[in-house]
């Protein structure tokens, strides 16, 4: 009998803390196989930020260098000029990535750094409780914009992918979602795609992954994974924005 | 014998940290240590190392991070407001125990103060300056040769005990030029850093962190970091003594002033006052004892800062009674520096009020 299922190599056999419905289990799975297919477990230096994401040494087996919040990509800079033969990797939140880490990743990706970063994008912070996020969507309620994000006094919701995507250094820029099977699929092709990138020395590449945060938006599993598609896409295209070898 | 160069105190610390073996420089641009980074820029490419001019010293110093968690000898360098700026991953280095050098050539402050020689950051340095209570090694070289000389030491003591390591000086000693003979780095046993990121290859997985969430083990990391320092304190302690065997009055100072403050010791000698000068080499660990020592002997301690005292109180912890302990300074800014004869005229009040 042929095995078509199994866990990537590069994650570990352990349960996680993500609460019910959260997608950053899914996300690592697609980093995981991405890891896999290219074979590069064994040389990768994963780098962590501050969030739900900051255990990411719990569920990869993988070398892991912690970063300060907002600063995985200076950090990641700083690994991959060390160890150029290295696969380096930074797994970001949005308040991390968006808003206190803007001059890391705008600077990183401008330099062309070799590496790669995968951007969870669900519109608000996490780990602290479900405070507003620079990527929370005009409307939206949240534990520091109770009324709604006002456009007027928090601005608008930073499309990531599209201004990365305006940089020299920048060689892959795209958003994908996870909220349904199709997009889930589409999702691992496109984190498999940017991983190439690295690979083979190709220059920066970044994915914008969006995804649910149940327990913040106080909604059930489903009815978050549909805002995903009701909300968010319509604001936050899927779509790849940028693809040039040696940018 | 070595051949003797003609440098500033910058270069000469550029030059320590590539014999040292440091390949990979961090930093932003900031007013007294430009010239650091300068030299580092042309020099390094040329050793295969990286240069990278950072968009923040923010960014530098998580850069710095990022190579040390790879086992690689990395500094970066700045100035007070940089330095301020790299707190936070300063601490986060000294949480995750990751070696590297950090050189401040500070500058006059609060705020944008000014850019002349100030000894206003002794706090910031010695007591630890980011958040969470930890304490990394702070060398004061007076010279343009322990410029060079103590950032070798810097490196290995960074590797020795898995601690990011200051050198602080200011504009009097990082862009003043004297002789520097360049000697080979010193041969020194260090531990293997079995601890560095490399991809883990079927081995062990590796993690550089300093988030510790499970019961008892941040209390325990405190504990064995506050234990690595009881270490340095016993072992690592630096001081420079200049008649001090008889003297009656024991002068306290370190880096630039202290330069002044020797001149203004051996005035006092011409004089017929028995003063003696005491220099702190490392200002954390302080020594504390070879200081008490003295005090004792002298009797009487006149501290002097370009500050408005600051390293008075490690040294009236030091002296802890034990002598008369009193203080000039100057506060930092355009003018302010003393002179040699200023310092004396301080030296020669202390004997009137004795009379």
């Known amino acids: 009998m042929q095995q078509v299922f199994r866990r990537p190599e590069s994650l570990k056999d352990v349960q996680t803390h993500f609460c019910p419905g959260c997608h950053h289990g899914t996300i690592h799975r697609l980093v995981a196989d991405a890891m896999d297919h290219f074979g590069v477990q064994q040389r990768t230096i994963g780098v962590a930020s501050v969030g739900c994401s900051v255990f990411l040494y719990g569920y990869f087996d993988i070398d892991v260098v912690e970063a300060p919040h907002g600063r995985a990509p200076a950090v990641a800079t700083g690994v991959k000029r060390a160890r150029p033969d290295s696969f380096v990797f930074t797994y970001q939140g949005d308040g991390d990535l968006a808003a206190i880490g803007t001059a890391e990743i705008i600077h990183?990706?401008?330099?062309?750094?070799?590496?790669?970063?995968?951007f969870v994008n669900n519109t608000t912070y996490g780990m602290t409780g479900g405070q507003m996020a620079p990527t929370t969507l005009v409307g939206q309620k949240t534990s520091t914009s109770p009324y709604g994000r006002d456009k007027s006094k928090d601005g608008s919701p930073i499309r990531m992918a599209e201004l990365l995507a305006q940089l020299g250094g920048v060689a892959f820029s795209a958003r994908v979602a996870v909220d349904s099977p199709k997009h889930v699929l589409e999702a691992k092709k496109v984190i498999r795609e940017a991983f190439g990138f690295q690979v083979e020395g190709k220059g920066f590449s970044f994915v914008e992954v969006l995804s649910a945060c149940p327990t913040n938006w106080g909604m059930t599993p489903l009815a978050a994974t549909a805002r995903i598609g009701a909300e968010m896409i319509p604001y936050f295209p899927l779509g790849v924005f940028k693809k040039e070898e040696n940018a | 014998m070595s051949k003797r160069l003609f440098v500033k105190g910058n270069e000469a610390a550029a030059m320590g940290a590539v014999e040292a073996g440091c390949r990979y420089y961090f930093g932003y641009p900031i007013t007294p240590q430009s010239d650091i980074p300068e030299y580092l820029s042309r020099e390094l490419p040329k050793l295969d190392g990286e240069f990278i001019q950072a968009e923040s010293e923010i960014g530098a110093i998580n850069m710095l991070l990022g190579a040390s968690a790879c086992g690689r000898r990395a500094m970066t360098s700045s100035s007070s407001p940089g330095i301020s700026l790299k707190q936070e991953g300063i601490s986060y280095m000294a949480g995750a125990e990751l070696p590297?050098?950090?050189?401040?050539i500070s500058r006059s402050g609060p705020g944008l103060g000014g850019i002349d020689a100030s000894q206003a950051d002794y706090f910031q340095a010695v007591k630890g300056g980011g958040h969470g209570g930890y304490h990394i090694p702070?060398?004061?070289p007076n010279s343009v040769q322990e410029m060079y000389d103590l950032t070798m030491h810097a490196f290995d003591l960074a590797d020795l005990y898995r601690t990011p390591v200051m050198l602080l000086g200011d504009s009097v000693i990082g862009q003043m030029k004297e002789?520097?003979?360049?000697?080979p780095r010193p041969v020194r046993e260090l531990p293997e850093k079995s601890w560095a990121v490399r991809g883990k290859?079927?081995?062990?997985?590796?993690v550089v962190k300093s988030l510790f969430l499970g019961d008892g083990e941040l209390e325990a990391h405190n504990w064995h970091l506050h234990a690595k320092y009881q270490v340095m304190k016993e072992k690592e302690c630096i001081s420079e003594e200049y008649e001090t065997a008889d003297a009656d009055l024991l002068v306290v100072g370190f880096g630039s002033v202290s330069r002044i403050a020797h001149t203004a010791v051996a005035m006092a000698r011409e004089a017929g006052l028995k003063a003696g000068l005491f220099r702190p080499v490392t200002l954390f660990p302080f020594p504390e004892q070879a200081l008490q020592k003295a005090a004792a002997r002298a009797g009487k301690v006149l501290v002097v800062e370009l500050n408005t005292g600051q390293m008075v109180e490690d040294v009236r912890l030091s002296v802890a009674g034990a002598a008369k302990v009193s203080f000039y300074g100057r506060p930092p800014g355009a003018g302010s520096l003393p002179s040699p004869e200023e310092l004396f005229e301080v030296i020669r009040k202390q004997y009137d009020q004795a009379s």
């Open chain 2, 179 to 183: 002789a520097l003979v360049p000697n």
């Open chain 1, 108 to 118: 990183a990706a401008n330099r062309g750094e070799d590496i790669t970063v995968i």
């Open chain 2, 201 to 206: 290859s079927n081995a062990e997985q590796r």
């Open chain 2, 100 to 104: 590297g050098v950090i050189i401040n």
């Open chain 2, 138 to 140: 702070v060398l004061a």
